[in-house]
């Protein structure tokens, strides 16, 4: 319990100390994993809603692999992208192993399955009749979808949440790929194992609680944005 105290005391003393390290590492963090979700939610959400709005040969097959994908343990991923982008792999000419990009694309593939699945599971609660009634009424193919995206707006941001969750707290996938890099690839994750591992408990519980922070806020920041009132 009073390593939990002296760990929070130490995590309000570094974010009002104003600690570049630190900072950097928080940046770094939200920068990764926001160019991340961003992928995954290019991709995620349209094929989300596709899958879950249209029946086609082959669609089940799709939706086995992305259920898999959603429950894939994200460090297998990392050995994936870890051979796909060494030396020795197809893609070792980018030069990106170690590197920020190489961490992009492990929290890509982690997130994307998460962002489409859900989304599609959000878009197939949607009323099927609504589609109908919209075309009815003269709307186009793209409109209509939006509109039934809009109905499941919920659980549409619930997904990018997901997404978010997942990516944010990676870390087994992002030790692989990034290497723990100070100053380059060093996240708050991997440097919460790397401060453990030394034995400096009080700052990686001071790490952990900035983490728990800074997912909370955002979580509430995609809450309000939802457009629905939580206080009721």
């Known amino acids: 319990m009073n390593e939990l105290l002296q760990g929070l005391a130490q995590a309000v003393g570094l974010i009002f100390s104003l600690d570049p390290a630190l900072y950097q590492v928080i940046w770094f963090s939200l920068l990764v994993s926001g160019v991340a979700l961003g992928f995954s939610t290019l991709v995620g959400i349209p094929l989300g809603a596709f899958l879950g709005l249209k029946q086609f040969w082959g669609r089940r097959v799709i939706t086995a692999l992305l259920y898999t994908g959603m ?22 000419d980018l030069g ?7 961490i992009i694309v492990a929290q890509t593939i982690i997130a994307f399955p998460l962002v489409a699945g859900f989304t599609m599971a959000a878009v197939m609660g949607v009323d099927p009749n609504l589609r109908r009634q919209l075309m009815s009424l003269g709307a186009t ?6 509109a039934i995206l809009a109905e499941a707006r919920v659980g549409v941001i619930v997904s990018i949440i997901a997404g978010f969750g997942s990516v944010i707290s990676e870390v087994g996938a992002v030790i692989l ?21 030394k034995g400096n408990f009080d700052l990686a519980i001071a790490l952990g609680i900035i983490l728990l922070l800074i997912t909370f806020l955002i979580n509430l920041a995609m809450i309000r944005l939802q457009g629905k009132n939580f206080s009721r």
């Not at 890099?181 to 453990?196: C, N, P, S, W």
Request: aromatic letters at 10%.
């Open 141 to 146: 193919g793209w409109q209509a979808t939006l």
């Open 177 to 197: 790929v990034g290497g723990n890099i100070e100053g380059k690839t060093r996240t708050l994750t991997t440097a919460i194992v790397l401060e453990t591992r």
């Open 96 to 102: 990106w192993l170690f590197t920020p990009n190489a």
């Open 71 to 92: 429950g894939f343990p994200p460090v297998v991923v990392g050995l994936f992208v870890y051979l796909l982008l060494s030396r020795s792999g197809p893609a070792g």
